[in-house]
């Protein structure tokens, strides 16, 4: 039997080359508190012009993986002891997170199951409203500390349950990228400042009335189809999120 052709990569190439460089820093070739080579080096390294490779790390450091020092190079970040830090203008990977975290033991823990689904869920995800959704309830911790708890709605049959529960240490989000089924291209965000009711409060081990950020997403395919609604809410105690804001010149 014949196999499918492989699906080509038609991701502009600056897209690519930040997830090649990334990756290269989650599998810790470069570990924070590196200093990258110069930039004539990577570039050649990496296949890529040196115009290309200033993209690429104008990405990383929105993403707060690596730190430019003007006149002395530039580095793999290496957050506060005890701490995870990204960037909300990108999506950032658990496991990304987890190779920022030097020494610290990031911990993933996921539940999953079935569910009605709300009508605001069901609104988000283009689905009749009570259709069966899968429900997957993933909390993080570093050092058995938890920081974030995702609460995450996706169509049923769209992800391979079995595969998912024996993912290991990481998120859906994670599951899905590197399973490309379905790929994940962008989300819709909206940014809450929020008390921990207490179904939040006893996932996160804390106080209810604690307060929490909370990240109502959408994440969308490449083709612009709603695959995933999730809220997430987050300790900031143990987790710096920050956004790069860049000046537009009109």
Do not use: W
Request: proline share 5%; glycine share 8%.
């Amino acid at each position: 039997m014949n196999q499918p052709p492989e699906r080509l990569d038609t991701r502009p190439l600056y897209d690519r080359a930040t997830e090649a460089l990334e990756q290269l820093i989650e599998d810790g070739q470069y570990k924070p508190g590196d200093q990258l080579p110069p930039e004539g080096e990577l570039a050649k390294q990496m296949g890529i012009s040196r115009a290309t490779l200033r993209e690429v790390l104008g990405n990383l450091e929105s993403a707060g993986i690596i730190t430019r020092r003007h006149g002395i190079g530039t580095f793999v970040t290496a957050p506060a002891r005890g701490r995870l830090q990204g960037g909300l203008e990108q999506l950032i990977s658990f496991r990304a997170l987890l190779s920022s975290a030097g020494e610290h033991e990031l911990q993933t823990n996921l539940t999953i199951g079935t569910i009605e689904a709300r009508n605001d869920i069901a609104e988000q995800l283009l689905v009749d409203p009570a259709s069966s959704l899968l429900r997957v309830e993933m909390i993080a911790a570093l050092d058995n500390v938890p920081f974030a708890y995702l609460d995450s709605y996706l169509k049923e049959g769209l992800v391979d349950v079995n595969g998912l529960r024996s993912f290991g240490n990481g998120s859906l989000v994670d599951y899905l990228v590197e399973t490309g089924a379905p790929r994940i291209s962008y989300t819709h965000t909206n940014i809450f400042a929020v008390s921990a009711n207490s179904q939040v409060a006893a996932r996160l081990e804390t106080d209810t009335e604690q307060p929490v950020l909370n990240l109502v997403e959408t994440f969308y395919t490449d083709t612009g189809q709603p695959a995933l609604h999730s809220h997430n809410y987050f300790l900031t105690e143990r987790l710096d999120f920050y956004i790069v804001r860049r000046l537009i010149r009109r």
